[in-house]
């Protein structure tokens, strides 16, 4: 089976940014855009530029500086965002305009305060009015993963005729299961016309936990785009993490799906990002978190120390991360405490191992983590330094 291929279309500096308390300014985006245009991401949605003069002049300015990727600016199905969005993508070599409205029973309702039969209306002319400035017209459903499914097939059959060239189906709240969200994706390939001509894009939200599963469960089933952010930062808990859906298609080919993106990349990409927008990375986070390859259990440490592929599934190179990382704590055992003597510079025998040991868990219960200049005292407490000739 030939491997298809899925864009990523990173929203780092949009809904990214949308987060409290991490807004960036014009040169920080320049930096970052660049960055991710570099990495190989395909499509940068750089702003929503009615929102403010700075947005504005952020996506204008991006515009003008990405080489490869295409460049999107969000709307409103409201002809003014579009004139405006239209204007700051005038210099870009691959402009798209990303427009919507909410389809879903309590977007219908409680916020627009219509009918779906408007919805639809309004639909059909934000893309038909984008069409005017660009080709390619990116149409969001908000809130479909809440939206009945025959009513979202109706829209998306609607805006395909007036233009669109990709449609976005968001999860916007996180509330879809992975099954879920997958089957209404399925359910839209099988049911709309003409869906064969667009490109089906899946922006999920982690709510619940599960913006990336979802994803991939779309992808699964159709969708060839996916959205998604750098340490998957946004709106409440944020949004699918860019840096976990490209690695789970590179450690399941079976999938038989890629993406362009340059692996490499990704752990300095996510120190970027965090450091720009001063957004912390837990340490747990997949991928990218500083323990992502740091091991210190003692049985975990002594299979990858006999073998890497024992405890860790992705090389940690792979993703730009120079190697695993064995750290020294009270639960760590004799062939840990070895492998870091030896990286200091002491070679230790199965006898001297031995007592040092000893000294080394009283050090060890007593702070959360062993570090190299402990190495030296604890060796000194053993009474062993002029047995021990240091490399």
Same mark, same amino acid.
């Given at each position: 089976?030939?491997?298809?291929?899925?864009?990523?279309?990173?929203?780092?500096?949009?809904?990214?940014?949308?987060?409290?308390?991490?807004?960036?300014? #014009?040169?920080?985006?320049?930096?970052?855009?660049?960055?991710?245009?570099?990495? =190989?991401?395909?499509?940068?949605?750089?702003?929503?530029?009615?929102? *403010?003069?700075?947005?504005?002049? &952020?996506?204008?300015?991006?515009?003008?500086?990405?080489?490869?990727?295409?460049?999107?600016?969000?709307?409103?199905?409201?002809?003014?965002?579009?004139?405006?969005?239209?204007?700051? +993508?005038?210099?870009?070599?691959?402009?798209?305009?990303?427009?919507?409205?909410?389809? &879903?029973?309590?977007?219908?309702?409680?916020?627009?305060?219509?009918?779906?039969?408007?919805?639809?209306?309004?639909?059909?002319?934000?893309?038909?009015?984008?069409? #005017?400035?660009?080709?390619?017209?990116?149409?969001?459903?908000?809130?479909?993963?809440? #939206?009945?499914?025959?009513?979202?097939?109706?829209?998306?059959?609607?805006?395909?005729?007036?233009?669109?060239?990709?449609?976005?189906?968001?999860?916007?709240?996180?509330?879809?299961?992975?099954?879920?969200?997958?089957?209404?994706?399925?359910?839209?390939?099988?049911?709309?016309?003409?869906?064969?001509?667009?490109?089906?894009?899946?922006?999920?939200?982690?709510?619940?936990?599960?913006?990336?599963?979802?994803?991939?469960?779309?992808?699964?089933?159709?969708?060839?785009?996916? %959205?998604?952010?750098?340490?998957?930062?946004?709106?409440?808990? =944020?949004?699918?993490?860019?840096?976990?859906?490209?690695?789970?298609?590179?450690?399941?080919?079976? +999938?038989?799906?890629?993406?362009?993106?340059?692996?490499?990349?990704?752990?300095?990409?996510?120190?970027?990002?965090?450091?720009?927008?001063?957004?912390?990375?837990?340490?747990?986070?997949?991928?990218?978190?500083?323990?992502?390859?740091?091991? &210190?259990?003692?049985?975990?440490?002594?299979?990858?120390?006999?073998?890497? %592929?024992?405890?860790?599934?992705?090389?940690?190179?792979?993703?730009?991360?120079?190697? *695993?990382?064995?750290?020294?704590?009270?639960?760590?055992?004799?062939?840990?405490?070895?492998?870091?003597?030896?990286?200091?510079?002491?070679?230790?025998?199965?006898?001297?191992?031995?007592?040092?040991?000893?000294?080394?868990?009283?050090?060890?219960?007593?702070?959360?983590?062993?570090?190299?200049?402990?190495?030296?005292?604890?060796?000194?407490?053993?009474?062993?330094?002029?047995?021990?000739?240091?490399?």
């Amino acid at each position: 089976m030939n491997r298809e291929k899925v864009q990523i279309f990173d929203t780092t500096l949009r809904d990214g940014e949308q987060v409290p308390g991490c807004k960036l300014d #014009t040169k920080q985006k320049l930096v970052i855009a660049e960055r991710l245009d570099g990495m =190989g991401v395909d499509v940068i949605e750089a702003g929503f530029p009615v929102s *403010s003069p700075g947005d504005f002049l &952020s996506v204008s300015e991006i515009s003008k500086i990405v080489k490869n990727a295409t460049v999107c600016g969000l709307t409103r199905a409201v002809k003014n965002d579009i004139d405006i969005a239209g204007q700051a +993508l005038q210099y870009a070599k691959r402009p798209r305009i990303h427009t919507g409205i909410g389809t &879903s029973q309590s977007h219908i309702i409680h916020k627009l305060n219509t009918t779906p039969e408007d919805i639809i209306a309004r639909a059909k002319f934000a893309v038909a009015h984008a069409k #005017t400035y660009v080709e390619d017209v990116e149409f969001y459903a908000e809130d479909a993963g809440r #939206t009945d499914n025959a009513f979202l097939a109706r829209v998306c059959e609607e805006v395909i005729k007036s233009g669109a060239t990709v449609l976005n189906i968001p999860d916007t709240t996180g509330y879809c299961l992975p099954h879920e969200y997958g089957e209404k994706i399925k359910y839209l390939k099988e049911n709309v016309k003409g869906i064969e001509n667009v490109t089906i894009s899946c922006h999920c939200h982690n709510d619940l936990g599960m913006a990336t599963a979802n994803s991939i469960a779309g992808a699964m089933n159709g969708a060839r785009q996916i %959205e998604c952010t750098i340490n998957g930062i946004g709106e409440r808990a =944020g949004n699918t993490a860019l840096e976990e859906v490209v690695m789970i298609f590179k450690q399941h080919p079976y +999938l038989n799906l890629y993406t362009d993106i340059d692996t490499k990349q990704l752990n300095e990409m996510s120190r970027l990002v965090s450091d720009s927008m001063g957004m912390m990375v837990q340490p747990n986070k997949a991928i990218v978190g500083s323990n992502a390859f740091a091991h &210190s259990s003692g049985i975990h440490q002594d299979g990858v120390i006999k073998n890497r %592929e024992t405890y860790e599934i992705m090389d940690p190179l792979e993703v730009g991360v120079n190697e *695993s990382s064995i750290i020294l704590t009270a639960r760590s055992g004799r062939a840990a405490l070895a492998y870091r003597a030896k990286k200091v510079g002491y070679e230790l025998t199965k006898v001297q191992l031995d007592i040092v040991y000893v000294e080394f868990l009283k050090y060890a219960d007593i702070k959360k983590e062993v570090m190299d200049d402990d190495i030296h005292q604890i060796i000194e407490a053993s009474n062993l330094q002029d047995d021990l000739v240091r490399n």
